[in-house]
């Protein structure tokens, strides 16, 4: 099939080498010209494992493009996959999505044959029939589910093992309205072995909302048993291991520490809570879930000053800036308001992270231009005794901690057996 993914970002470029890898033609669609650029040189903008390999051995089976044009008229569906962040008060932006379905509008436009847009992106229910929708058709002129095809089809990858997400789902989720949508989509998604579910188009958008606010509730709930396991000397790795055996709990999400961040729980579970109030729901459990996780980073601190009392003029190392192993991305990571909370306490940071210095960095200019860049985990070792780690990335487990304090945020093995003082936030 010809596909066209409008976002080049990490759900756009992953899930379309996906189908590329499953044996389609792609064009993928991006108003970032040096996205554009890499894609069409085979270089991926964003590291996520695999990618690179993929998209030199598909050369030729893809391209890239700013024109919406060029991208509908050769290709028989289009997957929207933009950005749906945050506004400043938590609601979802959906500037991206409305932009992007008014390209997409005006170039279906020309086109005679019937084509098919379908939301990736994560959006709040409602949202794909009440915004995409009446866009399309109004820079069209067309009519939904007679002249084109309109689904939902939220994406579960996990950033760092993304391909590999994709291309072996637990589910595929797919909202449809009419049936000849629901056949383009069910022969795309044929290869991928995995449950199909088939639901209407504002129950797909919800399964991913509910999805990540229950994989977010988990993780803060461990997180508040955790809190109470420190205090009580108990290691709550040991307890969630325990508590994961029963079937219908299941171990995984359960690994305690400075919390969740990301480019999506954060957000989702923002939206959600913004969008239950809009129609005069308390959403109390969301609500403390969000405050646990924020609260979560800086027990790493407290526990740091228990060991430092005064941390002006310190020398502090923190291993880990990304938000979590296997990426670059430092959306939401709490490597920010740890490091924050340093500066404001007068330390000195030096930090090491293996793919996110630069992202951290541009991301982040009030914190990220006040700190020392080390070129590797050693130097980090070598400028300081005081060692924050953020982010459990492999290779820091192959480091000696002797005769350093370790304060953990994420369990590292090889800090907690070599470390002079060791400290893990809830063990
Ligand atoms: N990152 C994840 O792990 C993940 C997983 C599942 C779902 N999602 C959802 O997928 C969506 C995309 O997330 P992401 O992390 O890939 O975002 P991203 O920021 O990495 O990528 C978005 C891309 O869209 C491009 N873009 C913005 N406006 C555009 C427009 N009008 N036309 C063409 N391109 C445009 C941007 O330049 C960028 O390259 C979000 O809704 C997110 O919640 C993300
Ligand atoms: O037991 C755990 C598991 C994860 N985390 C943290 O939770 C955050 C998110 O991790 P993960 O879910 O692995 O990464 P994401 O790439 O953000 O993936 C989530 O968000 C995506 C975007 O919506 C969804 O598609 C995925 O299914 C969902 O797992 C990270 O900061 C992790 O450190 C924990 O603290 N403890």
Known sequence: MKVSVVGSGYVGLVTGMGFVKLGNEVIFVDVDERKVKMINNAEPPIYEKGLEELMKEFRGKYRATKDYHEAVLNSDVTFIAVGTPSREDGSIDLKYVESAAKAIGEA?????????????????????????????????????????????????????????????????????????????????????????????????????????????????????????????????????????????????????????????????????????????????????????????????????KKHVPELEGKTVGVLGLAFKPGTDDVRETRAYPIIKKLLEEGARVIAYDPRAMENFRRFYPDVGEKITYANSSSEVLDATDVILIVTEWKEFEELDYSGKIVVDGRRVKAAEKTAKIYEGVCW
């Not at 939902?152 to 997400?165: K, T």
């Not at 044929?190 to 958008?205: F, G, Q, S, V």
């Not at 290691?235 to 690994?255: A, M, N, Q, T, Y």
């Open 108 to 304: 279906l436009k020309e086109k005679d044959s019937y084509h098919v847009i379908v939301v990736k992106s994560t959006v709040l229910p409602g949202t794909t029939e009440e915004v995409v929708k009446p866009l399309i058709e109004d820079h069209s002129g067309k009519k939904a589910f007679r002249d084109f095809g309109l689904a939902m089809n939220p994406e579960f990858l996990r950033e760092g093992v993304a391909l590999r997400d994709f291309l072996n789902p637990d589910r595929v989720v797919i909202g449809v309205q009419d049936e000849r949508t629901k056949q383009v989509l069910e022969k795309l998604y044929k290869p991928i072995k995995a449950p199909k579910l088939i639901t209407d188009i504002k129950t797909a958008e919800m399964i991913k909302y509910a999805s990540n606010a229950f994989l977010a509730t988990k993780i803060s709930f461990a997180n508040e048993i955790g809190n109470i396991c420190k205090k009580l000397g108990i290691d709550s790795w040991k307890v969630f291991e325990g508590v994961g055996l029963d079937h219908r709990i299941s171990p995984h999400f359960f690994r305690t520490g400075i919390g969740w961040g990301g480019s999506c729980f954060p957000k989702d579970v923002k939206a959600l809570i913004k969008k239950a109030e809009e129609i005069g729901e308390e959403p109390l459990i969301l609500k403390a879930v969000l405050e646990v996780n924020e609260r979560q980073p800086l027990r790493l601190i407290e526990l740091l």
